[in-house]
């Protein structure tokens, strides 16, 4: 008991002499993580997603399904970190530019508040990315993200007559697959499309996402058929969507 009496008491001296540094250097050291609802900050959300240049919709649900948190220190703001349960992930981390010089600071109050098992970061997030790597045991990629090429592609291998808008016909092949949860039609947020020979088989599926954050971008994925695999069918797809994102207006992310 003495010893942890110790112990906590070095502790308390050691954070009270960092206090005393702080102040002299002019900082303050109240801070504090505000829950906050996602309407009450969509606008810097929306900032920070376009700093990023490139996410997806699975970004946006790490998002959308996190808790968040306000970073702020004496009433001021700071930034934002949301949290995603139950694996207790933090998923976004940025400061206003005001802030960013204290990352090292603010990471590592935010750590030791919300105690996070990992991260989920985005490579273009460098501020999030870095803070993130100095507290990391281990690194693996989830995801890749690629720069449309100026290069002329091949043509799709199938017309784009069979690459139509999903119907309620379709409802149950689309659910069979286990891409969508759930299959929805006549969503403009999210456009899911059917390739389809003139037989009636199904060869896939594909579909367009509209960002909450970033509305100019529209992520496309797609699901090729087991049987249909390794014959241009996914590749044709892909061709369509990014064709059809593009009519929308949208900058096409895969």
């Given at each position: 008991?003495?010893?942890?009496?110790?112990?906590?008491?070095?502790?308390?001296?050691?954070?009270?002499?960092?206090?005393?540094?702080?102040?002299k250097?002019?900082f303050?050291?109240?801070?504090s993580?505000?829950?906050?609802?996602?309407?009450?900050?969509?606008?810097?959300?929306?900032?920070?997603?376009?700093?990023?240049?490139?996410?997806?919709?699975?970004?946006?649900?790490?998002?959308?399904?996190?808790?968040?948190?306000?970073?702020?220190e004496?009433?001021?703001?700071?930034?934002?970190?949301s949290?995603?349960?139950?694996?207790?992930?933090?998923?976004?981390?940025?400061?206003?530019?005001?802030?960013?010089?204290?990352?090292?600071?603010?990471?590592?109050?935010?750590?030791?508040i919300?105690?996070?098992?990992?991260?989920?970061?985005?490579?273009?997030?460098?501020?999030?990315?870095?803070?993130?790597?100095?507290?990391?045991?281990?690194?693996?990629?989830?995801?890749?993200?690629?720069?449309?090429?100026?290069?002329?592609?091949?043509?799709?291998?199938?017309?784009?007559?069979?690459?139509?808008?999903?119907?309620?016909?379709?409802?149950?092949?689309?659910?069979?697959?286990?891409?969508?949860?759930?299959?929805?039609?006549?969503?403009?947020?999210?456009?899911?499309?059917?390739?389809?020979?003139?037989?009636?088989m199904?060869?896939?599926?594909?579909?367009?996402?509209?960002?909450?954050?970033?509305?100019?971008?529209?992520?496309?994925?797609?699901?090729?058929?087991?049987?249909?695999?390794?014959?241009?069918?996914?590749?044709?797809?892909?061709l369509?969507?990014?064709?059809?994102?593009?009519?929308?207006?949208?900058?096409?992310?895969?």
């Amino acid at each position: 008991t003495n010893s942890r009496s110790r112990r906590q008491w070095h502790e308390i001296c050691r954070l009270f002499r960092q206090y005393l540094s702080y102040r002299k250097e002019g900082f303050a050291v109240m801070l504090s993580l505000i829950p906050v609802k996602l309407e009450d900050c969509l606008p810097a959300y929306c900032r920070y997603a376009a700093s990023l240049r490139l996410v997806d919709t699975f970004w946006d649900d790490m998002i959308l399904q996190a808790e968040l948190f306000r970073i702020a220190e004496d009433g001021k703001e700071l930034g934002f970190v949301s949290r995603k349960r139950p694996e207790d992930l933090l998923t976004s981390f940025f400061l206003h530019n005001n802030a960013v010089f204290r990352l090292a600071e603010v990471f590592s109050y935010v750590k030791g508040i919300l105690h996070p098992t990992g991260a989920r970061v985005v490579t273009g997030d460098e501020t999030f990315l870095s803070a993130a790597l100095d507290h990391a045991r281990h690194v693996e990629p989830q995801a890749f993200f690629f720069d449309l090429t100026d290069q002329k592609a091949a043509p799709p291998a199938f017309p784009r007559a069979w690459f139509y808008e999903a119907q309620e016909a379709d409802l149950p092949e689309l659910q069979e697959t286990g891409f969508y949860h759930p299959a929805v039609i006549g969503n403009p947020e999210n456009r899911i499309f059917v390739m389809r020979r003139p037989d009636g088989m199904f060869m896939g599926t594909g579909h367009i996402a509209r960002s909450p954050f970033n509305r100019s971008w529209g992520a496309v994925g797609m699901y090729t058929a087991p049987g249909f695999r390794r014959t241009g069918v996914g590749r044709s797809m892909i061709l369509f969507l990014r064709e059809i994102t593009k009519e929308m207006g949208l900058t096409p992310i895969c």
